[in-house]
């Protein structure tokens, strides 16, 4: 429940906790993939076989579609897969993430956490999504810009 907490659920229930028992304030570190391509990811890992038949499933939809269902207010079973700028909220508190690298950068991200663990790491991928090309037609590309724009400024916002 932890490896993947959001910061409202950190905020919540880990922070109190450190701050009573360590008296100490912990960082925040997350990993924020680019919008479409998480959508992909997230696309092509419930098109995996065992998947079919499942509701969320998205065998038989088209990228297009998934990313059309994700837009929606009251979403399929099949596209209800969150949102990464709200994983990563700042609370009205403060509690936010402290350190915020790009999935994409995998170099820099190793470096900061050898760094701060004192350790030298040696990574293999794991639990990847199916390999296969995906393309969102412009408009749809155009309509999730729109809509989830937030996502997108917080993926520009990292360094």
Not at 78 to 84: I, K, L, P, Y
Not at 95 to 104: A, K, P, S
Not at 108 to 120: G, H, P, Q, S, Y
Request: aromatic fraction near 14%; charged fraction near 25%.
């Amino acid at each position: 429940m932890l490896k993947h907490a959001p910061v409202y659920r950190y905020n919540r229930f880990v922070r109190p906790m450190f701050e009573r028992v360590c008296n100490a304030e912990l960082e925040i570190m997350a990993v924020m993939r680019e919008p479409v391509s998480w959508l992909g990811s997230w696309y092509r890992y419930r098109q995996r076989p065992f998947m079919s038949g499942k509701p969320n499933s998205t065998e038989g939809i088209s990228f297009d579609d998934f990313v059309l269902a994700y837009m929606k207010g009251d979403k399929p079973g099949f596209a209800d897969v969150g949102s990464q700028f709200q994983f990563m909220k700042t609370q009205p508190n403060g509690t936010g993430v402290t350190h915020l690298f790009r999935y994409e950068d995998q170099p820099r991200l190793n470096a900061f956490l050898e760094d701060r663990l004192n350790v030298k790491l040696s990574l293999a991928q794991e639990n990847v999504s199916p390999k296969m090309p995906l393309a969102l037609s412009d408009d749809v590309a155009t309509r999730f810009r729109r809509k989830c724009a937030e996502e997108f400024d917080l993926y520009a916002s990292i360094e």
